[in-house]
């Protein structure tokens, strides 16, 4: 089975850097994505990690570790439209479903 | 370009009608998925197809039924609706070809049952 963590609320200011992290326990890794979704929206893909590293988009960026079973996201120079749910979600190997397992979400305001 | 189409977009229902959830995709994707958004509780997956006349339980699959006729449509049955299937429903459809690519979600079906 898989089991993900990741905090369930966080407070920036904008124009800041926040990391929202994401710990997992999986029986076999096969990718791990961030989904970005504004209330009442469907969630949006923002990145992906398969191999071990920073993987940086814009403002951007996922960072994966495999030994450790842990990613964590980057937002930087935070906008208010930053404000939404951030998830983390894991593939496991069984590629004939690619079906993915989602964390519950971390919520980010962005204030003023 | 649609993308993922879901309809309806709200629904209330009473316990033990039925009805069911309509998902249509215009990308060819192979895969496709229901899911389930409870608050505090993230996705959850409820059936999945790998294809055209395939269908597979997810996490929590009781209660519903699916069904893929056609490859660019993934329907989801509510038998009897019970209280506890209040929820917000998503569909999601992947390629088969690219492991990089990610799922791609509809806007979603609200559903109320009292």
């Known amino acids: 089975g898989q089991n993900i963590d990741q905090p369930t609320e966080m407070t920036a200011t904008e124009g800041a850097i926040v990391q929202i992290n994401c710990t997992y326990q999986?029986?076999?890794?096969?990718?791990l994505f961030w989904y970005q979704q504004h209330a009442g929206e469907a969630p949006t893909f923002l990145s992906y990690n398969v191999l071990d590293g920073l993987e940086e988009k814009g403002r951007f960026s996922s960072f994966l570790s495999r030994s450790k079973g842990y990613s964590y996201l980057l937002l930087k120079e935070l906008q208010m439209k930053d404000s939404a749910s951030y998830l983390c979600a894991v593939r496991d190997w069984d590629t004939g479903r690619r079906a993915l397992t989602f964390g519950s979400g971390t919520r980010l305001q962005v204030q003023p | 370009n649609a993308g993922v189409t879901q309809t309806p977009k709200f629904r209330v229902l009473k316990t033990g009608q039925s009805m069911t959830l309509l998902c249509a995709q215009d990308?060819?994707?192979?895969?496709m998925y229901w899911y389930r958004q409870d608050p505090g509780m993230g996705l959850r997956l409820i059936h999945y197809s790998v294809g055209e006349g395939t269908t597979a339980k997810g996490e929590v699959p009781d209660g519903y039924n699916v069904s893929r006729l056609k490859k660019q449509n993934f329907l989801l049955g509510l038998e009897s609706a019970a209280p506890s299937q209040t929820s917000v429903y998503f569909c999601?459809?992947?390629?088969?070809?690219?492991?990089?690519?990610?799922?791609?979600f509809g806007d979603g079906t609200r559903l109320s049952i009292l």
């Open positions: 999601a459809s992947s390629s088969q070809e690219q492991t990089r690519q990610p799922q791609h």
């Open positions: 999986t029986s076999g890794f096969n990718g």
């Open positions: 990308m060819n994707h192979e895969y």
